[in-house]
């Protein structure tokens, strides 16, 4: 069974920093492109980032460009979102997802529970 | 990357059928086969109910279906039931391995 586990969400200033990490298993971690997904309090689901499988290209959306950094680890099948200037508009709960095809990046058919972050002094 | 478009909100009752459209670009939803369908109740995290236009994965029941004409992506849920209300979120591929999502449709059952 497919299991996306994230941890290191919480409450932090703006302007500071947190790293977020995505334990998975169940499935080959190394063969799928993985993603981050965040969702704000009371609003929809927004793209935030992806990363291939072997780690050589990292996309973002415009508005975390320069300021998150997606990065995995195959040997310990996680994936990580560090999160740097933290804003307020960044307050929201982060999902990992997975696509539903090894070496896509298409949808997001696994999704895990999802951690807070909020962004608040 | 602008978000695509959904309406708000969405109404039927038990036992109708329902639409979500999800208008987007060339460059997104008009350009590729690959718009993916989210079901997420208040809480939860979004559950895969349609990924390639029109596919569906395997439990999900075959009252859903998806289709895309132009640039426009639908979500059609035929033989409403109570279970079905939740929001309802379009992503389409826009190019450059980036992905957009729409703003989400509340469904609400009558």
């Known amino acids: 069974e497919v299991q996306l586990v994230e941890s290191g969400g919480g409450l932090v200033q703006p302007g500071g920093s947190l790293r977020l990490s995505c334990a998975a298993s169940?499935?080959?971690?190394?063969?799928?492109?993985m993603s981050w997904v965040r969702q704000a309090p009371g609003k929809g689901l927004e793209w935030v980032a992806n990363?291939?499988?072997?780690?050589?290209?990292?996309y973002y959306v415009d508005s975390v460009k320069g300021r998150f950094t997606i990065s995995r680890d195959n040997a310990k099948n996680s994936l990580y979102l560090q999160m740097d200037s933290l804003r307020a508009e960044d307050t929201a709960v982060y999902y990992c997802?997975?696509?539903?095809?090894?070496?896509?990046?298409?949808?997001?058919?696994?999704w895990g529970q999802g951690t807070l972050v909020t962004v608040s002094s | 990357q602008s978000a695509l478009t959904q309406p708000r909100s969405v109404s039927g009752s038990p036992g109708q059928s329902v639409t979500i459209s999800c208008t987007g670009t060339?460059?997104?939803?008009?350009?590729?086969?690959?718009v993916s369908w989210y079901q997420q109740y208040p809480g939860k995290a979004p559950k895969l109910m349609i990924y390639?236009?029109?596919k569906r994965p395997s439990g999900v029941p075959d009252r859903f279906s998806g289709s895309k004409s132009g640039n426009t992506a639908s979500l059609t849920i035929s033989g409403l039931q109570a279970e079905d209300e939740a929001d309802y979120y379009c992503?389409?591929?826009?190019?450059?391995?980036?992905?957009?999502f729409g703003g989400g449709t509340k469904l609400t059952v009558l």
């Open positions: 997802a997975r696509d539903g095809r090894p070496a896509a990046n298409t949808h997001f058919q696994h």
């Open positions: 990363i291939k499988q072997d780690g050589s290209e990292k």
């Open positions: 169940g499935f080959t971690f190394s063969s799928y492109w």
């Open positions: 992503c389409s591929y826009a190019g450059s391995s980036t992905l957009v």
């Open positions: 390639d236009v029109s």
């Open positions: 060339s460059s997104d939803v008009g350009g590729y086969i690959y």
